[in-house]
């Protein structure tokens, strides 16, 4: 069963940064792409970078220049950097592992952006 466990969110005001953090447990880190989503209250969940085991990156046209997506194949781990935020950018940010029929979603971590 791989875990995935989100660190790192809060409360930031507009314009700051917060940099989020997915650890997983499990083996063949580097083969699997990973995710960060994020939903806001009474919205869809949507995508915001997906990232390969290459480190190839694909963001939402919202956080384009503004957010950055990395990985540390060593380390098991995912992170996700978060600049000049915007009180849009307000939602749970969860973090998500895919590899062909496996599917594995953290819990989660709320960032808050006040205006």
Do not use: H
């Amino acid at each position: 069963q791989v875990q995935l466990v989100e660190s790192g969110g809060g409360l930031a005001q507009a314009g700051r940064s917060l940099r989020l953090s997915c650890a997983a447990s499990g083996s063949l880190f580097s083969l699997k792409t990973m995710g960060w989503y994020r939903q806001a209250p009474g919205k869809q969940r949507e995508s915001v970078v997906n990232i390969t085991g290459t480190g190839n990156t694909n963001y939402a046209d919202s956080v384009k220049g503004r957010f950055t997506a990395s990985r540390d194949n060593a380390k098991k781990s995912v992170y996700l950097q978060m600049n000049s935020l915007k009180p849009e950018d307000t939602a749970v940010y969860y973090c998500r592992m895919t590899w062909g029929r496996y599917d594995d979603w953290g819990r989660g971590t709320q960032v808050t952006v006040s205006s």
